[in-house]
């Protein structure tokens, strides 16, 4: 097989896309696939992330509930910033204001310097494109394709030539050399988020986003899955952004920010 069939290439662009819906605020817009091509315009020596008094307030019924309130942060370019909080805090929303998965109705966040806020949804997906990465909480692997195709999926879709290499030495990266041929039911769980840490880093994205990467996964897998993801923040370079309720995971972090009813009630830097 030398690639995903057209049918899988649409399916697996859905996948690419996809928010479980717990994690979605009503009206949300799916992301577009995370794959290579023009990444954000930036300034090098801007911050990977500037978020300006963001608010995102939601229609329920004929009342309004608003679920961030002017929150501001700036993560620097090849940090790590985690972001914790009860459930029902805001965490999940205010993560995907900053990936561009959702528009706040206030405020401004910008990348490397431009404000992608106000971009339009292509805009926006074009500046998504090879330059942001995402890990979810439930892998959100295409179960019809093996390892190697789910990480072969973003560079196929963007007709990179040799996305099986690419994508097979990043298996061999994160140490599933062994596994490239297995489907996700064949995989553990620490091995499915392996897999879909592989396809996050592939495009060599400037920007990870990762919300509850270690949520589905026993206490060992994921301190595993932590190493990983910090060595790859190391060796490539990459911002890491997380949400996490695990205060572990979060004390890695180089800085860890708290939310309650929507706002940010703790800044500290490690």
Same mark, same amino acid.
């Given at each position: ?9 649409? $399916? ?33 020596? $801007? ?13 329920? @019924? ?70 942001? @990465? =995402? ?8 179960? $019809? ?30 140490? %599933? ?31 990870? =986003? ?48 708290? %939310? ?11």
């Amino acid at each position: 097989m030398n690639g995903p069939s057209a049918d899988l290439r649409s $399916a697996g662009r859905l996948a690419l896309t996809r928010i479980a819906p717990r994690d979605r605020t009503p009206n949300m817009p799916l992301p577009a696939a995370t794959i290579d091509g023009p990444s954000a315009s930036r300034d090098s020596s $801007a911050p990977a992330i500037e978020a300006q008094a963001l608010t995102r307030v939601v229609s329920l @019924g004929d009342r309004s509930l608003t679920i961030l309130e002017d929150v501001s942060l700036t993560v620097a370019a090849g940090s790590t910033q985690a972001i914790v909080g009860a459930s029902g805090s805001g965490k999940t929303t205010l993560l995907g204001l900053l990936a561009g998965l959702d528009r706040p109705d206030r405020g401004t966040v910008r990348w490397f310097g431009e404000t992608v806020s106000s971009l339009s949804e292509d805009e926006l997906a074009r500046r998504r494109q090879g330059a942001v @990465g =995402f890990v979810f909480q439930s892998f959100q692997l295409l179960p $019809a394709l093996t390892a190697l195709e789910n990480v072969m999926l973003p560079l196929d879709l963007a007709g990179v030539r040799d996305a099986r290499e690419r994508a097979a030495a990043w298996l061999e990266r994160v140490g %599933l050399s062994a596994r490239l041929e297995h489907l996700p039911k064949q995989l553990s769980g620490g091995e499915q988020q392996r897999v879909a840490i592989a396809r996050a880093f592939v495009s060599n994205p400037r920007i990870v =986003f990762a919300d509850e990467p270690t949520g589905n996964l026993d206490t060992d897998t994921g301190a595993e899955i932590v190493e990983l993801m910090f060595r790859l923040n190391r060796e490539q370079g990459t911002t890491l952004v997380l949400v996490t309720h695990d205060p572990d995971l979060a004390g890695r972090c180089a800085a860890v920010i708290r %939310l309650a009813r929507g706002r940010i009630v703790v800044g500290a830097g490690a």
